[in-house]
C-alpha cells in the first residue's frame, strides 16, 4: 500500500509539472513564436476544446512519467536511462501531436518546435520530481 501510494505521489507531482510546463510553452507559442514568426503561427493556441483535450492529455501524460520516472531512478542509479526516459515520453509526445493533426505543409520548423517543446516539458517534470524526492515529498523506497 505504501508503494502505491508514494507512486501516486509521483504521479501527481508529474502532472502538475508537465501541465504547468504545458501552461507557459502555450503562452510563448501563442505571445511570442506566432507573432514573429510566420511558419509557427500554426502553434498558437485559442482558448477551445482542442487547447482542454491537450490539457488533459499533458496532465495524463505527467502522471505517466511521473511513476515511471519513479521507477526508473528508483530501480538503477545511471543517469543515461534518466535522461532516456525524458527523452522517450518527450519524443513519443512530441511525435503524436505530429500525427494527430498539427501539420503544416510549409516547413520543418513548426515539427521542430513541437519535439523540443515537449522534450522540455518532461525534463521539467524530471526537475521537479527530482526536487521532491531530495525533500522527502516522494520516497524511493517507501517506509514499512
Do not use: C
Amino acid at each position: 500500500m505504501a508503494e502505491r501510494i508514494e507512486s501516486l505521489k509521483g504521479g501527481i507531482i508529474g502532472s502538475l509539472s508537465v501541465s504547468f510546463a504545458f501552461v507557459l510553452v502555450s503562452l510563448l507559442n501563442t505571445l511570442v513564436l506566432a507573432k514573429y514568426f510566420q511558419t509557427l503561427v500554426n502553434l498558437q493556441s485559442n482558448v477551445n476544446w482542442h487547447l482542454l483535450v491537450s490539457v488533459a492529455v499533458a496532465t495524463f501524460t505527467g502522471f505517466l512519467f511521473g511513476v515511471t520516472y519513479r521507477y526508473i531512478i528508483r530501480s538503477d542509479k545511471n543517469p543515461q536511462l534518466k535522461v532516456g526516459g525524458v527523452l522517450a515520453f518527450g519524443l513519443v509526445r512530441g511525435l503524436t501531436q505530429i500525427e494527430f493533426g498539427w501539420n503544416s505543409h510549409s516547413t520543418i520548423w513548426p515539427f521542430m518546435v513541437l519535439a523540443f517543446e515537449s522534450v522540455l516539458w518532461f525534463i521539467i517534470a524530471a526537475i521537479a520530481l527530482d526536487i521532491a524526492i531530495k525533500l522527502g515529498w516522494v520516497r524511493l523506497f517507501p517506509l514499512r
